[in-house]
């Protein structure tokens, strides 16, 4: 797994011309692409199913009630990390604002919590995500693989690496760290009504 560094350099290496985020907010993009800009790169976000939709969906219901009123949580809406990083994780908690956030985005002091779902972009997440994330001093982040039913949990960001990882599988109990007295069912994240 690169270091934040090497991601910056990698994922710079594959751009032509390097964004700020005021300028990637600039940009007369179609409304329907999905983009983020990851060290100044833009880089396409990958379509998501139902299955993804889903433990978003059953995530932020367990998530809503253990954070607030401290605490929003957010679903697929943009984080500013530096001058040349924006993102969209599928879920940010992030600490409550009077004015909702209205002058600028969450940044990394703001963020309590960063979640990706991913059923397909699970190599991808871990490659860029995490080391991202780390650079950032993102103090906590769950990598959540559909098709494993589990959470990766990466923890304690420290010069650009994280300091504490685990997994927690489909049979295991999650608590965030800003809010250890909730209690996630992991297996109720991926409910299964048969249809």
Known sequence: MPDGASLAA???SRGQYLFSAEEFRRLPL???LKVELIEGVLVPMSPVGPAHYSVIY???LVLRPAVEPQYRVRGESSVQLGDRTQVQPDIAVIKARDDGYRRRLPGPTDIMLLVEVADSTLSRDRRDKVPLYALHGIQEFWLVSVAEKRIEIYRDA??????SVHTVDEDGVLSPLGAPEAQIQVRSLFADDGE
């Not at 420290?158 to 300091?163: E, T």
């Open 30 to 32: 179609p409304h329907d």
């Open 58 to 60: 059953l995530l932020e």
């Open 10 to 12: 990698d994922v710079a």
């Open 158 to 163: 420290v010069d650009g690496v994280f300091q």
